[in-house]
């Protein structure tokens, strides 16, 4: 009855689950592109709409393309009032990336193409989706500080847009140009396990808005996205360079994980993580960033030396985040606007040529268990 079983590959380490147009991941040489382009090409030169465009399907934009496509996402920008009642409802701690993965369900049951999985449904609820998140995540902090929720404006870009919704006050042009990279920096990475799990959930052909829930549901945990708020954690824990040795030495002789490093697939510097370090240099005249820099550094060089391994894209991400003035509680909810685009370039590659994702086990429950009523037990 029972057959030779082969091991599990734990993890899914090294198993192809599906061929992609959109990422790649070279983690021998420290390499990613998207659509072919290599993002050290691309950071800094394109913002987060011609990426966008690019993963879901376009191709990078000409400038007409580009000035008819940025309007159509930021017109997008605005949340059912359902939706905005719900946040308000939430309790006051609630952690955001739950509220943020609520709503996105939530939003769902009022679009006006939910239960439809067409291309141009989909196209449509693609945009809507997006750019919801943005605002939804804007509209979680304003409520919190107490302030009143912001409208998109349409003269601005998509980065400037969320940093606008969310601070009330139009960013600076070096604000615009640093966050927009950042969304471009986090906007794909292959199968990841949150891309893993939208185009798992869409194999089943339920809809954009259940896999991107359940992208955001696996995006929260600190093996993933949620590693940039536990890095800002960390740098306040040590506070001064000088204790980064002791503290870095005490959490590796007792087993524990230094945040925002290490990776499944690199095995060599995320070029993700050079690009957001030189962002932290550029803004270190802000109040804390000097600081926080410094301690990184000395943890980046430290963890090196003991562990070999390095900063992964959610520690200089912290850094950065904290100069644009955005709270810790919040870096994940930035990471996700940004795979948002990814998220969704996957589900619309994954419906054009759908096979349900289901893998197999072993089994070890045992056979031929002795059956006992519930009464006799
Ligand atoms: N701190 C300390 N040691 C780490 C580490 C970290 N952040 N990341 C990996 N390692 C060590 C492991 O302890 C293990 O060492 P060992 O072989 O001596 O036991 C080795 O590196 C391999 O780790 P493993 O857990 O098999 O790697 P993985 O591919 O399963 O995990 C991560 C990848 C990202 C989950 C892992 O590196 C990690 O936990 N990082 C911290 C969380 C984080 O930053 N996540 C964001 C990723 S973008």
């Given amino acids: 009855m029972e057959k030779k079983r082969k091991p ?35 950071a800094g030169r394109v913002c987060f709409e011609e990426i966008v465009h690019l993963l879901w399907g376009g191709g990078l934009p000409d400038l007409d393309t580009l000035d008819d496509w940025r309007p159509q996402l930021v017109a997008e920008m605005r949340l059912p009032a359902q939706v905005l009642d719900l946040l308000r409802m939430a309790p006051p701690g609630a952690n955001p990336m739950v509220l943020l993965r609520t709503a996105v369900s939530a939003l769902g049951l009022w679009d006006p193409d939910g239960g439809r999985n067409s291309l141009p449904a989909n196209e449509r609820k693609a945009r809507r989706i997006l ?21 998109a404006d349409k003269s601005l870009g998509f980065a400037a847009n969320f940093l606008y919704m969310f601070h009330g006050k139009v960013p600076s042009k070096q604000d615009q140009a640093v966050f927009d990279t950042l969304l471009v920096l986090h906007a794909d990475h292959g199968l990841a396990a949150s891309t893993f799990a939208a185009r798992a959930t869409v194999s089943t ?34 506070g001064d360079a000088k204790r980064v040795k002791a503290y870095v030495d005490g959490m590796l002789s007792s ?15 995320d070029p993700r993580s050079r690009h957001l370090r030189r962002f932290s240099q550029k803004l270190s005249k802000r109040a804390r960033t000097k600081a926080l820099l410094e301690i990184s550094s ?52 994954q419906f054009t040529d759908n096979r349900l994702i289901r893998p197999t086990s072993n089994y070890t429950g045992g056979f031929g268990k002795k059956f006992v009523p519930v009464a006799k037990r």
């Fill in 205 to 238: 052909l339920a809809g954009m808005h259940s896999a991107i829930a359940a992208a955001l549901a696996s995006l929260k945990g600190p093996l993933h996205g949620g590693a940039n708020t536990r890095v800002m954690e960390m740098l306040e824990d040590i």
């Fill in 298 to 349: 000395q943890i980046e060089r430290h963890v090196l030396e003991k562990k070999g391994i390095f900063p992964n894209v959610d520690f200089y991400s912290a850094t950065v985040q904290e100069a644009l003035g955005i709270p810790k509680e919040y870096f994940t909810c930035t990471f996700a606007i940004a795979r948002t685009a990814g998220w969704i370039g996957h589900v619309l590659e």
């Fill in 8 to 42: 599990p590959v734990r993890g899914l380490e090294g198993i192809v689950a599906a061929d992609t147009r959109l990422c790649y991941v070279d983690g021998q040489n420290g390499k990613l592109y998207y659509c072919g382009y290599d993002i050290d090409e691309l």
């Fill in 131 to 151: 750019a919801q998140v943005a605002t939804i995540v804007a509209a979680i902090y304003r409520l919190r500080q107490g302030e009143p929720i912001i409208t």
């Fill in 255 to 269: 087993g524990q994980r230094i945040m925002g490093f290490g990776h499944r697939v690199y095995k060599t510097e």
